[in-house]
């Protein structure tokens, strides 16, 4: 973070607006016009370096130019079944990056980071709700395995180099959209997760939901996760920034709700939102998926003072608002 004005800096990534990595993700989620319209939101102009987060120089260029307290670091490829196919791509930009970007930081006297892992990094729950003590590490896509592998570069780090600072955010399932229907998820292509999904076929864009599996020891049978609102999470990050103020070495928080819904409650509580029914059909489960994955997250309210304000109802409303006022997405409408 810049002062009071934070610069906005990534990779050519799915996370960046304007990604123009040339080998992969053609696809990438991120657009120029979402930038654009943040600062509508925010009544301020941001400041917006792209960059590929693998390129030391350009890095070295970027904090030479500005003075830093904090990096929020969220550079990196995301797809499950890409990363399957394209293993060293998905190390080469998520490891390689992350310690172009730790080493730059260290070289300019940066020692604050906030990390945005995922609760992917517990694999396949031994018990439930996760907290942050669960064994990690038992991922079976090489995106999942890039988020445990940074988080244990970052915890070495921070053992050898006591004047590092850095919080890791396990992400539950982010949804939602900003509440002014201006921002929000476009994913290119096919989604492939769950809310995007339904959310383009309340809207019409799509005829119906496969729902992968109701043969789950769930009480429903589909698949439960724990959605998280997208703003609820952007605060976690927030209360993350001030933690690293208090020098706290390295800390691990899940971002969570604490409460699991089931596939089916989930086109149900969409189909409130939007009026709308939502067609679905059953079909073979996904490959790499749990039954049930939902977090703890009373550590983060205990010691980050953070916790989830906003409901499935609110998640959905706003998700709605987002898909009716942008039914084609950002670029297109
Ligand atoms: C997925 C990734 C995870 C990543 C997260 C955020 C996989 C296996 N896991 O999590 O690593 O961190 O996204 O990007 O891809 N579902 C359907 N039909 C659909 C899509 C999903 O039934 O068309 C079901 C799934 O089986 C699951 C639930 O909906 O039970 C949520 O799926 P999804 O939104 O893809 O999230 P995760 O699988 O939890």
């Avoid at 920034?241 to 699991?260: A, F, V």
């Amino acid at each position: 973070m810049q002062g009071a004005r934070p610069l906005s800096a990534c990779a050519g990534t799915s996370s960046c607006p304007s990604a123009s990595s040339p080998s992969i993700s053609p696809g990438a989620d991120a657009l120029p016009e979402s930038l654009r319209r943040v600062q509508q939101i925010v009544h301020q102009p941001i400041l917006f370096q792209e960059l590929d987060i693998t390129n030391e120089a350009a890095l070295q260029e970027l904090f030479s130019k500005h003075r830093f307290s904090a990096v929020m670091h969220f550079a990196g490829l995301k797809a499950v079944g890409e990363s399957v196919q394209k293993p060293l791509e998905y190390y080469r930009v998520n490891l390689t990056g992350t310690i172009r970007l730790l080493e730059t930081m260290k070289a300019h006297g940066v020692r604050n980071i906030v990390f945005s892992s995922s609760a992917t990094v517990y694999g396949d729950p031994k018990y439930l709700p996760l907290d942050e003590n669960h064994p990690v590490g038992g991922c079976t896509n090489p995106y999942g395995k890039s988020k445990y592998f940074i988080e244990e570069m970052i915890r070495d780090l921070c053992k050898a180099e006591r004047d590092w600072n850095a919080v890791l955010l396990r992400y539950f399932n982010p949804i939602g959209a900003h509440e002014s229907g201006m921002i929000g998820e476009d994913p290119q292509g096919i989604p492939n997760n769950l809310m995007p999904y339904v959310a383009q076929v309340a809207v019409g864009r799509r005829e119906f939901l496969s729902v992968f599996g109701n043969d789950y020891k769930t009480d429903d049978g589909t698949g439960v996760r724990d959605y998280i609102h997208v703003v609820d999470l952007a605060k976690g990050h927030i209360a993350a920034l001030k933690k690293l103020k208090e020098n706290c070495g390295c800390k691990i928080y899940n971002l969570g709700t604490g409460t699991g819904y089931s596939v089916l409650q989930m086109v149900q509580a969409m189909e409130k939102a939007s009026g709308r029914e939502i067609k679905y059909k059953i079909t073979g489960r996904r490959e790499g998926d749990v039954a049930s994955c939902y977090a703890n997250p009373a550590l983060a309210e205990r010691e980050l003072g953070w916790k989830a304000a906003f409901g499935l109802d609110k998640m959905c409303e706003d998700l709605w608002r987002w898909q009716l006022q942008n039914p084609t997405g950002f670029s297109k409408n």
